[in-house]
């Protein structure tokens, strides 16, 4: 069974830095689109970032320059490092993988930016 698994959420500082980590596991035989989403308590799921095959990305606007998505191929993972938090970044926040011609969602880490 394929599932995804998340890691290295937390509190955070504003200002401060967490990296994102989500691998694949199971029976994968190929792996397109992976990305990470983010939601707020009452709002919709938001695309943060996310990366194709070949390596291309795609940031939300408001994470540019701050946010970086990045995939090892090789383990099955994708990360999302994030710099300068900022409150506003605070969400639980879910990866997103093709897998085997089929959408998978991770189950979410929390993400609190706060002094």
């Known amino acids: 069974q394929v599932q995804l698994v998340e890691s290295g959420g937390g509190l955070v500082q504003p200002g401060g830095s967490l990296r994102l980590s989500c691998a694949a596991s199971g029976s994968i035989f190929s792996i397109n689109a992976m990305g990470w989403y983010r939601q707020v308590l009452g709002k919709e799921r938001e695309l943060v970032a996310t990366?194709?095959?070949?390596?291309?990305?795609n940031y939300k606007d408001s994470v540019k320059g701050r946010f970086t998505i990045s995939r090892d191929n090789a383990k099955n993972t994708v990360y999302l490092q994030m710099n300068s938090l900022k409150p506003e970044d605070t969400a639980v926040y879910y990866c997103?993988?093709?897998?085997?011609?089929?959408?998978?969602w991770g189950k979410g880490t929390l993400v609190t930016v706060s002094l």
């Open positions: 990366t194709t095959a070949d390596g291309s990305t």
């Open positions: 997103n993988a093709h897998l085997n011609g089929m959408r998978y």
